[in-house]
């Protein structure tokens, strides 16, 4: 079974900015369950002290239309059942 949560907005870079220090403190402070903000949701994990982290760049500067720039990161462990 698969549980997604899923939110999408345009907010100031402020925000973000403020949305991922939030998730760096939970993962820094946090020794079990971290809480997660998705939107209006809050999620609860459990990450383990060691993580998979990916991170990606992306700069698209199409022939026709404006050109876009993108990050995406990606933090993943195995979870304990």
């Given at each position: 079974m698969v549980d997604t949560t899923?939110?999408?907005q345009t907010?100031?870079?402020e925000d973000v900015a403020g949305e991922l220090e939030s998730l760096?403190?939970?993962l820094r402070d946090t020794e079990s369950e971290?809480?997660?903000?998705?939107?209006n949701k809050s999620v609860t994990?459990?990450?383990d002290e060691t993580v998979e982290?990916?991170?990606e760049v992306s700069e698209r500067e199409p022939m026709i239309g404006d050109?876009?720039?993108?990050?995406s990161?990606?933090?993943s462990w195995k979870a304990d059942e």
């Open positions: 899923t939110a999408s907010v100031s870079r760096a403190n939970e971290i809480d997660v903000a998705v939107g994990l459990s990450p982290y990916d991170i050109k876009r720039e993108s990050i990161i990606e933090v």
